[in-house]
């Protein structure tokens, strides 16, 4: 089973379910002509999707189009179903930073012919994530900031006061429905600026907090 570090605490959670937010930043709504949902919109990765600091991201020879989406994640440190919003991020044991890759041509197939995409989302090696620090460090979640270099050049930047859904009202409403568990990530949303990764990039991804000072990173390459 795959697992995280929390920062500080050397303390590693096996991962339960991957939960990603889809359209959390209206801009990037924009940008791949969806409207900008009503309520949190979520789908599944499965942890064998992960990979850590220093891996190598895997191109599926099916896809000719896999895009990068930097997205601060969570890491859920206590067990939790229909939480009230004001206690969610109680629930919460540390922030970091990952990227939601995504084969774009198969999804998009996949969505022409009203199936299931779950295989351009969570095939091995979509899922690489920094460790986590500690929530009660940092703050304001609503505060950060998410950057993502490739080979240098800055691609994607923006603000986590910019989500459509705020954590708390994410974790608030999926636990409604599914149980938080101890070792839960949610991946939430990524901001306008997605495109294409080729083998050899490198792709450096940053949680910045609200100074722009670095708070964790994470950097990867393109096998």
Same mark, same amino acid.
């Given at each position: ?129 920094? &460790?986590?620090?500690?929530?009660? %460090?940092? =703050? $304001? ?11 240098? /050049? +800055? ?36 901001? &306008?600026?997605?495109?294409?990764? %080729?083998? =050899? $990039? ?11 000072? /670095? +708070? ?8």
């Amino acid at each position: 089973m795959k697992s995280v570090i929390l920062r500080g605490e050397d303390k590693f959670y096996s991962v339960g379910k991957i939960i990603c937010l889809g359209q959390n930043y209206a801009e990037h709504a924009r940008e791949m002509k969806f409207e900008v949902p009503a309520s949190p919109v979520f789908f599944f990765k499965p942890p064998s999707a992960i990979i850590h600091n220093g891996g190598q991201i895997v191109l599926p020879e099916i896809s000719n189009d896999v895009h990068h989406e930097v997205e601060m994640t969570v890491l859920i440190g206590e067990k939790g179903s229909h939480i009230h919003r004001s206690a969610a991020l109680k629930h919460v044991a540390g922030y970091g930073i990952g990227l939601d890759l995504t084969m774009r041509d198969i999804q998009l197939e996949a969505k022409k012919k009203g199936l299931p995409w779950s295989l351009a989302k969570g095939f091995d090696t979509s899922a690489p994530v920094s &460790e986590f620090i500690p929530a009660e %460090t940092v =703050g $304001d979640p609503g505060s950060f900031h998410v950057q993502l270099l490739i080979n240098g /050049n +800055l691609r994607q930047s923006s603000s986590t006061d910019k989500f459509v859904f705020p954590v708390d009202k994410v974790i608030s409403y999926i636990s409604q429905f599914i149980t938080f568990e101890p070792g839960d990530i949610i991946f939430t949303g990524t901001p &306008e600026g997605v495109s294409k990764i %080729t083998h =050899g $990039d490198k792709l450096e991804a940053s949680l910045l907090d609200a100074n722009k000072n /670095n +708070l964790v990173s994470l950097s990867v390459s393109v096998e």
